[in-house]
Nanobody
Framework: QVQLVESGGGLVQAGGSLRLSCVVS????????MGWFRQAPGKEREFVAA????????SYADSVKGRFTISRDNAKNTVYLQMNSLKPEDTAVYYCAAVSHIVVVTTTRAYDYWGQGTQVTVSS
């Protein structure tokens, strides 16, 4: 059983920063591609960022490129999402996800395991 637990969400003013963390337990973390997704009220869940097992390959949604950075520490079974220059439109519940795949996939349907989500609210 793979378990993912996110943390680090909160309330921040526009232009501020937050760092989300996701700790993974249950199986070999280093074999998973990890992703971050978000879901705003009334909207579908959307891709934010993903990182391959070694950390050498990453992918970002156009809306967050240059502002967000995904990284991972395989020794700590943890993936991070550093969010800078936050905007009110970044407000959403952020989810961590995992899939045992060598390709850095960006679709929700590709991921097998999900965390419970953490709320990020950006005030204007």
């Amino acid at each position: 059983q793979v378990q993912l637990v996110e943390s680090g969400g909160g309330l921040v003013q526009a232009g501020g920063s937050l760092r989300l963390s996701c700790v993974v337990s249950g199986r070999t973390f280093s074999s998973y591609t990890m992703g971050w997704f978000r879901q705003a009220p009334g909207k579908e869940r959307e891709f934010v960022a993903a990182i391959g097992w070694s950390g050498g390959r990453t992918s970002y949604a156009d809306s967050v490129k240059g502002r967000f950075t995904i990284s991972r520490d395989n020794a700590k079974n943890t993936v991070y999402l550093q969010m800078n220059s936050l905007k009110p439109e970044d407000t959403a519940v952020y989810y961590c996800a995992a899939v045992s795949h060598i390709v850095v996939v960006t679709t929700t349907r590709a991921y097998d395991y999900w965390g419970q989500g953490t709320q990020v609210t950006v005030s204007s």
